[in-house]
């Protein structure tokens, strides 16, 4: 007799930092405040290496210095941008301004489009000081469709939601809504 295990999910909410190695904090936190507009923000006094916390946009990014980062990298030049890199995508508003502003801090950067059913995202990649890509794009223009109609997106177990929605599809469309409610207020005209 064979028992099927069933797995779920982790309990996972949603993506609370993304830690990158670098040659130098300080550099890297000028970049990430100057170009990105992420705030410094206190790290715990336990850590005995040297690193840094940002925050904005719901997200962390957390340095951590180490100065023999070459030491991993066969090629010490510049690499090429490439799009389809590992790379920490932004959504904007405005991605005319994005690339105004870059050329403005004379950031080299290349540019994609992507386009579906009649809907395009344009997208703007570069490197930040060490070589990390870094994506800002409208890549919400694009729906989030279900592959499937069993509406395969897993919900949040929190009480709140599921006093709100009798299936797991319906709970998504009012998380989805609720997001974009959000979005909009926070948009300035």
Same mark, same amino acid.
């Given at each position: &007799? #064979?028992?099927?295990?069933?797995? $779920?999910?982790?309990? +996972? +909410?949603?993506?609370?930092?993304?830690?990158? +190695?670098?040659?130098?904090?300080?550099?890297? =936190? /000028?970049?990430?405040?100057?170009?990105?507009?992420?705030?410094?923000? !206190?790290?715990?006094?336990?850590?005995?290496?040297?690193?840094?916390? +940002?925050?904005?946009?719901?997200?962390?990014?957390?340095?951590?210095?180490?100065?023999?980062?070459?030491?991993?990298?066969?090629?010490?030049?510049?690499?090429?941008?490439?799009? !389809?890199?590992?790379?920490?995508?932004? /959504?904007?508003?405005?991605?005319?301004?994005?690339?105004?502003?870059?050329?403005?801090?004379?950031?080299?950067?290349?540019?994609? #489009?992507? $386009?579906?059913?009649? *809907? /395009? #995202?344009? /997208? =703007?990649?570069?490197?930040?000081?060490?070589?990390?890509? *870094?994506?800002?794009?409208?890549?919400?223009?694009?729906?989030?469709?279900? *592959?499937?109609? @069993?509406?395969?997106? !897993?919900?949040?177990?929190?009480?709140?939601?599921?006093? &709100?929605?009798?299936?797991?599809?319906?709970?998504?469309?009012?998380? &989805?809504? !609720?997001?974009?409610?959000?979005?909009?207020?926070?948009? @300035?005209?």
């Amino acid at each position: &007799m #064979v028992i099927e295990e069933v797995h $779920e999910a982790l309990p +996972l +909410l949603s993506l609370n930092h993304v830690s990158l +190695l670098v040659r130098s904090v300080w550099t890297s =936190v /000028q970049f990430y405040e100057d170009v990105l507009g992420f705030g410094l923000i !206190k790290r715990p006094s336990s850590f005995n290496f040297h690193g840094a916390w +940002l925050f904005n946009y719901g997200i962390g990014i957390h340095l951590l210095e180490n100065e023999s980062i070459d030491e991993y990298d066969a090629i010490n030049e510049p690499r090429p941008i490439n799009p !389809k890199d590992n790379h920490i995508s932004f /959504q904007c508003t405005d991605v005319g301004l994005v690339k105004r502003r870059l050329e403005a801090m004379g950031m080299r950067y290349t540019t994609a #489009v992507v $386009e579906e059913e009649g *809907i /395009q #995202v344009d /997208q =703007v990649f570069f490197h930040d000081p060490d070589g990390y890509m *870094i994506e800002i794009c409208n890549c919400d223009n694009l729906p989030v469709l279900p *592959i499937s109609s @069993s509406c395969p997106l !897993k919900p949040s177990n929190g009480n709140y939601y599921k006093k &709100m929605a009798e299936s797991k599809c319906e709970l998504m469309e009012i998380v &989805m809504m !609720k997001s974009l409610s959000r979005d909009m207020m926070n948009f @300035s005209f």
